[in-house]
T-cell receptor
Framework: KAGVTQTPRYLIKTRGQQVTLSCSPI?????VSWYQQTPGQGLQFLFE???????NKGNFPGRFSGRQFSNSRSEMNVSTLELGDSALYLC????????????FGPGTRLTVT | GESVGLHLPTLSVQEGDNSIINCAYS??????FIWYKQESGKGPQFIID?????DKRQGQRVTVLLNKTVKHLSLQIAATQPGDSAVYFC????????????FGAGTTVTVRA
């Protein structure tokens, strides 16, 4: 069974731009969570989607948003990029909501210049 | 802020020895804990989990111990191998906050040949 896939793997943007990252969960998994990983803050929860609905949101500004499609694929969007948004963005999928046994993708490395 | 933390940021282990990675948590409402391994350039990989109604759980070469009295979690790796070199994270799921995991800062394990 294929794992979680994320595209693109690497991205370079400039301040003020917006970006969309994509995540395809493991087949059959319906929950997708997004995390931001930085050296200073570690892994920080962004949000979780289940059945196309956002179930929970972390402490990030409204510039960070996401959505989930009927096939469980998810996208996250960051608008008006700031230098501090440079990070590894990780997507994790699980069979059901509730964060049990989450499986992570390889991440998208975003660099904001 | 995060309620999960690891005692040591780095750990150097001789190949063949056993490794013990520690994690302290502060939220007594946490009911589920996971250990992840993250190798360079990859997303976190699920290693083993344990629920709060258990004290010990064993996997292949790994054992997780949970001491709820002192809010302490540990991961023991038997016969450490070079492929075990990675960053190890503990994460908790809090009953009252169902849809996210809170991660500790991580311990970098280096295996010496």
């Amino acid at each position: 069974k294929a794992g979680v896939t994320q595209t693109p793997r690497y991205l370079i943007k400039t301040r003020g731009q917006q970006v969309t990252l994509s995540c395809s969960p493991i087949s059959g998994h319906r929950s997708v969570s997004w995390y931001q990983q930085t050296p200073g803050q570690g892994l920080q929860f962004l949000f979780e989607y289940f059945s196309e609905t956002q179930r929970n949101k972390g402490n990030f500004p409204g510039r960070f948003s996401g959505r989930q499609f009927s096939n469980s694929r998810s996208e996250m969007n960051v608008s008006t990029l700031e230098l501090g948004d440079s990070a590894l963005y990780l997507c994790a999928s699980s069979a059901t909501q509730g964060a049990y046994e989450q499986y992570f993708g390889p991440g998208t490395r975003l660099t904001v210049t | 802020g995060e309620s999960v933390g690891l005692h040591l940021p780095t750990l150097s282990v001789q190949e063949g020895d056993n490794s013990i990675i520690n994690c302290a948590y502060s939220n007594s409402a946490s009911d589920y804990f996971i250990w992840y391994k993250q190798e360079s350039g990859k997303g976190p990989q699920f290693i083993i989990d344990i629920r709060s109604n258990m004290d010990k759980r064993q996997g292949q070469r790994v054992t997780v111990l949970l001491n709820k009295t002192v809010k302490h979690l540990s991961l023991q790796i038997a016969a450490t191998q070079p492929g075990d070199s990675a960053v190890y994270f503990c994460a908790e799921k809090i009953r009252s906050n169902d849809y996210k995991l809170s991660f500790g800062a991580g311990t970098t394990v280096t295996v010496r040949a």
